[in-house]
């Protein structure tokens, strides 16, 4: 159990603090019909956001992020992002709630599992009741998330991300995916 104020924020612990890498790759689609890599460098913070009960049964632990990625050739924002992590206490149950600036919002759930590292793994489809996406109609009909699968490594000092999105875009379907690699900062 690791406690922090009193909370009890079990494999979001780690989480919480500054982190920032320079590693990243990011595929992206282009209007025609090829593959964008954009290096990027980035930054994210995750605080505590304290506990939540719902209906007087279920209690999550929470904490909130922001991230901001930029490209390394230009440092121009090509990606942000806020959100929440979220824990089921007792449970190995976990949540991941984000929006992006384009319309768009996703709940995906999943599992975390601990044994030499902490293994956050959460998905969620457009078409999930359960852990859905939803977004703009302008999203919806010219480039459409269609499922959002996410692997998230905390080892110490260190954070890894591996995520894919396919996208129904330009008349093709595209695995928009994102590779990255933190640290903490002091
Ligand atoms: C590190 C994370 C991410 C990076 C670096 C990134 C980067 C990019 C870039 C460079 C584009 C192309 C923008 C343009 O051509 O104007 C793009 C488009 C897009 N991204 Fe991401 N993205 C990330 C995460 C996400 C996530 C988590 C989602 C959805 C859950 C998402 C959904 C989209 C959508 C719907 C588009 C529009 C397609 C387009 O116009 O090209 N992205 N992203």
């Known amino acids: 159990m690791?406690?922090?104020?009193?909370?009890?924020?079990?494999?979001?612990?780690?989480?919480?603090g500054v982190w920032s890498g320079n590693k990243g790759k990011d595929l992206s689609p282009e209007a025609d019909g090829t593959t964008e890599l954009n290096e990027?460098?980035?930054t994210i913070v995750f605080t505590e956001a304290g506990e939540t009960s719902n209906a007087e049964e279920e209690v999550l632990s929470a904490v909130q992020y922001t991230q901001k990625v930029q490209r390394?050739?230009?440092?121009?924002?090509?990606?942000?992002?806020?959100?929440?992590?979220?824990?089921?206490?007792?449970?190995?149950?976990?949540i991941h709630s984000l929006t992006i600036p384009r319309g768009l919002c996703?709940?995906?759930?999943?599992?975390?599992?601990?044994?030499?590292?902490?293994?956050?793994d959460v998905e969620a489809s457009f078409d999930s009741e359960q852990w859905p996406i939803?977004?703009?109609?302008?999203?919806?009909?010219k480039a459409m998330t269609k499922t959002f699968k996410q692997k998230m490594t905390l080892s110490?000092?260190?954070?890894?991300?591996?995520?894919h999105m396919l996208l129904e875009i330009y008349g093709n379907s595209f695995d928009h995916n994102d590779n990255s690699s933190l640290r903490r900062q002091p």
Not at 106 to 111: D, E, F, I, N, P
């Open 72 to 94: 390394i050739s230009s440092d121009k924002v090509i990606h942000q992002e806020v959100g929440y992590w979220l824990w089921e206490q007792g449970t190995d149950n976990v």
């Open 134 to 141: 939803t977004q703009s109609v302008f999203l919806q009909k």
């Open 156 to 163: 110490g000092d260190k954070l890894q991300y591996s995520q």
């Open 2 to 16: 690791q406690t922090l104020n009193s909370i009890d924020y079990g494999p979001l612990a780690g989480l919480i």
């Open 106 to 120: 996703v709940l995906a759930g999943g599992k975390v599992v601990t044994k030499n590292a902490t293994v956050f």
């Open 40 to 42: 990027y460098y980035e």
